[in-house]
C-alpha cells in the first residue's frame, strides 16, 4: 500500500491542519438534502431483466468482477446465520479480499490515466486521489455485506487480526469502521484500538476522515458522542503533526462545546 498511494504525507498535512473547532454536526434536514444529491431516489420501475450469460472468451471488465462481488456479498450478507461457521469464514475472506484487489486495480486504472494526463496539475489531483481508495474500498464492503447480525462474527475477526497487528493493518481498518459503522455509540471503544492500532499513515489519514464523517452526520443531539470524536479526530491530528499545541486544539474544542451549550 506504501507503493500504490503516493501522496499520503501531503495529504496527512492537510488533514492535520483541519480546524475541528469549526466542524458542527450537520442537521438532519441539511444531511436528507446532501444525501439526497449524492444518491437520488431512484424510480420504482425495475422490472427484474434476465441476464445474458457471460462469454468466458470476452475480456471480463473491472466492473463485471465488481457486480459479481457485490452478488456473492449480497447472498453471503442473507446466509450470514448458517451453521457451517468454516464456510462462513471462507466466504467472508473470499468477499474482504475480492473489494481489496479491486480497490488496488482502481489504483492501477487511475495510474494508468495519471500516465495518459499531459498537465502536472491533473496528475497531481489524480495522485492524491488514490489516498481515498481505502476508504472506498471499506464503503463498498460495508454496503454489501454488513448488517448488525455480522457483529459477533466481526469481532471474532478482529481479535484473530489483533494477533499480528503489523501485518493486518488495512482489514482491521476495514473492520473496525464496519463495527462503527453498525453501531457508533455502542461502539466507541473501537475507536481508541484505531488511534493505537493502526499507524500506516495512508489508513491514519482515512481514519481521520471517516471520523469526521462520523461528527457531520452522526452526532446530532449527542454532546457526549460529538465531544468524544473531537477528542479523537485531535489524537490522530496530533499524531500526523507532533508539533501542533495539543493544549491549544484541546481548548479550543472545549470552548466550542461550552459555546453551544450556551445557545
Request: glycine share 2%; hydrophobic share 45%; proline share 2%.
Amino acid at each position: 500500500m506504501k507503493d500504490k498511494i503516493k501522496h499520503s504525507k501531503e495529504l496527512a498535512q492537510s488533514i492535520a491542519d483541519i480546524n475541528i473547532t469549526n466542524k458542527l454536526p450537520i442537521d438532519i434536514e441539511t444531511q436528507d438534502e446532501i444525501l439526497d444529491d449524492i444518491n437520488p431516489v431512484q424510480g420504482l420501475n425495475e422490472d427484474v431483466k434476465i441476464k445474458e450469460p457471460i462469454s468466458f472468451n470476452a475480456e471480463y471488465t473491472l466492473s463485471q468482477l465488481e457486480k459479481h462481488v457485490f452478488i456473492l456479498a449480497r447472498v453471503f450478507r442473507s446466509l450470514s446465520l448458517i451453521d457451517d461457521l468454516a464456510q462462513m469464514n471462507d466466504t467472508f475472506e473470499l468477499i474482504i479480499t475480492s473489494y481489496i484487489n479491486l480497490g488496488f486495480e482502481f489504483l492501477n486504472e487511475i495510474d494508468f490515466v495519471k500516465e495518459k494526463s499531459e498537465k502536472d496539475i491533473e496528475k497531481k489531483i489524480i495522485s492524491v486521489l488514490t489516498s481515498f481508495i481505502p476508504l472506498v474500498t471499506q464503503l463498498m464492503i460495508a454496503d454489501a455485506v454488513l448488517h448488525k447480525n455480522l457483529t459477533r462474527f466481526l469481532k471474532k475477526k478482529i481479535e484473530e487480526l489483533e494477533k499480528n497487528k503489523k501485518d493486518n493493518q488495512y482489514k482491521l481498518m476495514i473492520f473496525y469502521f464496519m463495527l462503527l459503522d453498525t453501531d457508533l455509540k455502542t461502539n466507541q471503544e473501537v475507536i481508541e484500538k484505531i488511534i493505537e492500532n493502526i499507524n500506516l499513515l495512508s489508513l491514519k489519514n482515512i481514519s481521520i476522515v471517516k471520523l469526521l464523517y462520523y461528527l457531520l452526520f452522526k452526532s446530532n443531539d449527542n454532546k457526549q458522542l460529538e465531544k468524544f470524536l473531537k477528542e479523537k479526530i485531535v489524537a490522530i491530528q496530533l499524531n500526523l503533526n507532533p508539533k501542533a499545541d495539543k493544549g491549544k486544539l484541546i481548548n479550543n474544542i472545549n470552548r466550542e462545546i461550552l459555546m453551544k451549550a450556551i445557545k
